[in-house]
C-alpha cells in the first residue's frame, strides 16, 4: 500500500481526551434560590473565588442574591440582595480585578456597580457605586476588559455598543455600526478587538476604540441568536447558531476573512441556544446548550480542522444559566481544569460542576496548569484610552504568586479613591472668627473654676485626644506621607464627612486584605516546601 492509501492514523493522541464532569455532592450545592425566570439569553450567574451571585425572580425591579462562595447548602428565602434597579436584571459580571466588585445592566436602560463587602450582605444593598446612564433601551449585555482597569462595555436593545470608563462614570466611544439587536459579544485576549453577533446574521470584528470594522460577513443562516467566543490570541474565533432547517451548528473563523468559515459542523437538532466557553490556558472550548443539560468538550488546535471533540457531560436537568469560575480559582490538587455552576431550570439549585482530567497523582501538574492571568491589570483605563495594547499579568497556578509584576512592588490601585483636602480657607476663617471673638469675664468664685480646668485637663487625656496626639506626631515625622492620618486629625474642626469616613474604612479594609492575602500566600509556600522537605526525607 502506498501512502496516499493510507488514511487511518488511529486514535489523536490528546491528554484532554478523557475529561468528564464531575458534579458536586448535595450538600456542596446552592439549594432555596429564587432563581429569574426571564427569558433573556444571558446566563443570570456570575462566580468568582470570593462570591456567586445569582439573579432572583422578584415582583416589581430587579435584584440579585450575592453568597459568599463557601455558604454551600440551603440559604434562607429571606436572604440579602442587592435592590437597586427599577427593572429585571438582564447580565451581571463580577470585576475580573476586584473580586468585591460587581456590574449588573437592567431593563431600567443603566449599568450599575456595587461594591460586596468580604463577609458578604447582612442586608439588602441598594446603595452603588457607580451609575451609568447613556442607553435609551435596555440593556441586554456587559463585558469587562480583560487586561484595562475600569473599561466596560455594554450593549443595549437601542443597537448600539458603548465603552465606559467606570472611574470617571463616562463613556468613552459609542459604536453604532449594527442595524438590528445585538446577540453577543466577545474580546480577544489583549482586548485590542471586539467580536460581535447581531441580528441581522452577520458577525463583525471591531476596533472598539475608533468603532471600525474591521471585517463582516455572514454568520449563521437561522433566524434564532447566535454567539460568538474570541479564541484568545491565535486570530479566530468561533460562533454557535443555527442552520437554516433550525440545526444547532458551530463554526470556527478567521479574523481577517469572514467571508467564509475555516471550519463548521452540526451539533444536534435542539431548540436551545448554544453558549460557547473558552479556556485559552488549555485551549478546550466548552458548548452548552440553553435548556438542555449537556456539556460538550471540544479542543482547540492551529492545524486544519482547528477543533477536535473530546467528549460531554449528559444530564436530564436542563439548564437556565452557567457561571464559569476563573482558574485562579480553581482546586489544582485535583486536577481541575475547569469549574461551572449550574442553574437548574426546574428547581432552585445552583450545582457546580468540575471538568477534571483523570490522573492518579494529587501532585500538581505543570502541563495541566500553564502560568494564567492574575487579578491585576496591565494597562489604566488612560493608558488603553491612549492606544496601548499589552498582553494579560500572568500568575503562577503553583504558588499564586504573579511573573511580570512583583506583588510589593505595586501600587494597589484603588476603586474611586480620590481624597478630598481640607478647606484650608475655610479654617482660616473659622481662626479669625474666634480671634476677633470678645472674651467675655468669668466672674465665678475660684472653687468653681478650680473644677472647670479640672474637667479641661481631664478631657485632654481621653482616648480621642491621645489618638489624635499620636497620629499627629506621626504625621510630623520626616519622609512620610499619610494622607488618611491627616484626614482623620481634622476631625477636631469638624471637616470630616460620612464620605470621608467611608473612604477611610475602605482604604484600611483594602490594607488588612492585602495582609492576609500576602499571609496566606506565605503559608501556602511553606507548606508546598514541607512536603518537599518530608518528600525528600523518605528518598
Not at 480583560?146 to 459604536?175: K, Q, Y
Request: proline share 5%; aromatic share 8%; charged share 25%.
Amino acid at each position: 500500500m502506498t501512502n496516499n492509501q493510507i488514511w487511518f492514523k488511529g486514535v489523536r493522541s490528546s491528554k484532554f481526551r478523557h475529561v468528564y464532569g464531575e458534579p458536586a455532592k448535595r450538600d456542596k450545592c446552592y439549594e432555596n434560590i429564587q432563581i429569574t425566570k426571564n427569558a433573556h439569553d444571558s446566563q443570570f450567574c456570575a462566580v468568582n473565588p470570593k462570591f456567586l451571585a445569582v439573579v432572583t425572580e422578584v415582583a416589581g425591579g430587579g435584584a440579585f442574591i450575592v453568597v459568599p462562595i463557601n455558604c454551600t447548602g440551603r440559604l434562607d428565602f429571606n436572604a440579602s440582595r442587592v435592590t437597586g434597579h427599577s427593572g429585571p436584571i438582564l447580565d451581571i459580571k463580577w470585576n475580573p480585578f476586584n473580586d468585591n466588585v460587581i456590574a449588573s445592566c437592567s431593563d431600567d436602560c443603566t449599568i450599575k456597580l456595587w461594591h460586596i463587602p468580604d463577609d458578604g450582605l447582612a442586608m439588602h444593598l441598594n446603595d452603588w457605586l457607580v451609575e451609568l446612564q447613556g442607553h435609551k433601551r435596555r440593556v441586554a449585555y456587559i463585558e469587562w476588559h480583560p487586561v484595562a482597569e475600569n473599561i466596560l462595555f455594554s450593549a443595549g436593545f437601542d443597537h448600539l455598543i458603548i465603552l465606559w470608563d467606570i472611574e470617571r462614570g463616562e463613556a468613552i466611544n459609542v459604536i453604532d455600526c449594527h442595524p438590528d439587536a445585538i446577540h453577543s459579544m466577545s474580546l480577544n485576549r489583549d482586548g485590542s478587538l471586539l467580536a460581535t453577533t447581531c441580528k441581522d446574521k452577520r458577525l463583525r470584528v471591531i476596533e472598539p476604540r475608533s468603532g471600525i470594522v474591521k471585517s463582516e460577513g455572514i454568520c449563521h443562516e437561522g433566524s434564532k441568536a447566535s454567539k460568538v467566543v474570541y479564541l484568545g490570541s491565535t486570530g479566530r474565533l468561533l460562533t454557535t447558531g443555527f442552520s437554516r432547517h433550525s440545526d444547532r451548528r458551530y463554526a470556527v473563523w478567521d479574523e481577517n476573512n469572514l467571508s467564509s468559515p475555516l471550519f463548521g459542523d452540526t451539533i444536534d437538532s435542539s431548540s436551545g441556544i448554544v453558549f460557547p466557553f473558552y479556556d485559552p490556558d488549555t485551549n478546550i472550548v466548552f458548548l452548552a446548550g440553553k435548556g438542555d443539560g449537556n456539556i460538550r468538550f471540544y479542543e482547540i488546535c492551529d492545524e486544519s480542522p482547528y477543533i477536535h471533540y473530546l467528549s460531554q457531560v449528559i444530564s436530564g436537568n436542563p439548564q437556565r444559566g452557567l457561571g464559569f469560575m476563573p482558574k485562579r480559582g480553581l482546586n489544582t490538587l485535583q486536577c481541575e481544569i475547569y469549574r461551572f455552576y449550574k442553574l437548574h431550570a426546574t428547581k432552585g439549585l445552583c450545582e457546580p460542576i468540575s471538568m477534571v482530567v483523570p490522573r492518579k497523582s494529587d501532585q500538581f501538574h505543570e502541563d495541566l496548569y500553564p502560568d494564567t492571568a492574575a487579578a491585576k491589570p496591565s494597562l489604566s483605563a488612560q493608558e488603553w484610552i491612549k492606544g496601548a495594547n499589552a498582553p494579560p499579568v500572568l500568575m503562577s497556578m503553583r504558588t499564586g504568586q504573579s511573573l511580570a509584576l512583583d506583588i510589593q512592588a505595586i501600587k494597589q490601585r484603588k476603586f474611586v479613591t480620590k481624597t478630598k483636602e481640607a478647606p484650608v480657607i475655610d479654617n482660616n476663617k473659622r481662626k479669625f472668627q474666634f480671634l476677633s471673638t470678645e472674651t467675655v469675664p468669668d466672674y465665678r468664685p475660684k472653687d468653681v473654676q478650680d473644677e472647670k480646668s479640672k474637667k479641661t485637663t481631664t478631657n485632654q487625656t481621653t482616648k480621642f485626644q491621645q489618638l489624635q496626639q499620636r497620629w499627629s506626631s506621626t504625621i510630623e515625622e520626616p519622609g512620610k506621607d499619610i494622607p488618611l492620618f491627616k484626614e482623620i486629625n481634622s476631625i477636631g474642626d469638624n471637616i470630616l464627612t460620612e464620605h470621608d469616613l467611608r473612604l477611610a474604612y475602605q482604604i484600611q479594609s483594602d490594607e488588612v486584605k492585602k495582609l492576609k492575602k500576602q499571609l496566606s500566600n506565605s503559608e501556602h509556600r511553606v507548606r508546598e516546601l514541607e512536603e518537599q522537605i518530608r518528600k525528600l526525607t523518605k528518598l
